[in-house]
């Protein structure tokens, strides 16, 4: 039996982006998860890895040697460096499994996705710096500028991949792309974002529950440095572990809907879907 095709190039209302996202995730949720975790998996460990170092690095702040304050600082960066480095796998690896279940009707091709993902890895980190640079820059002159940026470059990856466009191209066409269609975007990007952080906060409540009932014990030790060996438990390392992967999860519904977003945007500027349907028409 063939799983039901969803149409990604066409228009949307807020309702029909939100529910047409968990539905395409939940018809296509299992293969979708682990072509990303075929294609991250190894970033996802070393960043996994990187916050258990890091966190287990954190007893150096109550140390008064200096090898143990760098010690915690170079733990924190190379967590940095590691979690970015899975964000633009996670990010590509589902962007181009969506885009060959466009090109191919529904079939996915997972040699083509992990090809084109090593393939545009530097080409979205070059875009995910300027992004960042950006929104740092509209941070420093006030509240609204960094809404504007944030909203405008959340399409930047979209156009990065479904237009094959360089890191510099990419944020030049999102601000021309979001024009006229600002507000609808940020609208739609609130009410995801207030959702998956609802949810993905789920995921962190074990290991919220544990973390405090730790400190209780710890608050009643004789050492007030007992409250550090929390971050080298191993239960309490495991509950993170176990949040990570769980927003991991979650973040694939913002990156499902912005691509929703995105097709919207381009099918009411371009109307390529109903050229594509009108062209098919004829063979």
């Known amino acids: 039996m063939n799983k039901e095709y969803i149409e990604f190039k066409k228009e949307r209302d807020l309702g029909s982006i939100i529910s047409d996202a968990f539905k395409f995730i939940r018809l296509e949720g299992k293969e979708f998860f682990l072509t990303i975790l075929k294609v991250a998996a190894i970033p996802i460990l070393i960043a996994v890895a990187a916050m258990i170092y890091y966190m287990m690095s954190m007893s150096s702040i109550i140390s008064e040697d200096i090898n143990g304050a760098i010690g915690m600082f170079g733990a924190a960066m190379i967590m940095l460096v590691a979690y ?14 969506i885009k060959s279940y466009i090109d191919n009707k529904g079939k996915i091709n997972k040699d083509e996705i992990i090809t084109n993902t090593k393939n545009k890895f530097w080409s979205f980190t070059g875009f995910g710096f300027l992004a960042g640079l950006l929104v740092f820059i509209s941070v420093l002159l006030c509240f609204f500028p960094v809404i504007y940026t944030a909203t405008v470059l959340s399409l930047g990856a979209s156009i990065l991949v479904f237009e094959n466009e360089t890191s510099s191209g990419a944020i030049s066409r999102s601000f021309n792309f ?79 809907t912005n691509v929703f977003i995105y097709f919207d945007i381009n099918e009411q500027k371009n109307l390529t879907g109903t050229i594509e349907k009108i062209d098919s028409l004829g063979q």
């Open 84 to 97: 970015l480095i899975a964000y633009v796998f996670i990010n590509l690896a589902g962007m181009y499994y």
């Open 178 to 256: 979001i024009s006229g269609h600002f507000w609808e975007t940020f609208g739609i990007m609130f009410v995801v974002g207030l959702l998956v952080g609802v949810l993905g906060y789920v995921f962190q409540i074990p290991a919220i529950i544990y973390q405090f009932a730790k400190m209780g014990i710890s608050m009643g030790s004789d050492d007030p440095s007992a409250i550090f060996n929390i971050y080298s438990d191993p239960i309490y390392l495991f509950l993170n572990f176990v949040a990570i992967v769980g927003n991991f999860l979650f973040y694939s519904i913002t990156l499902v």
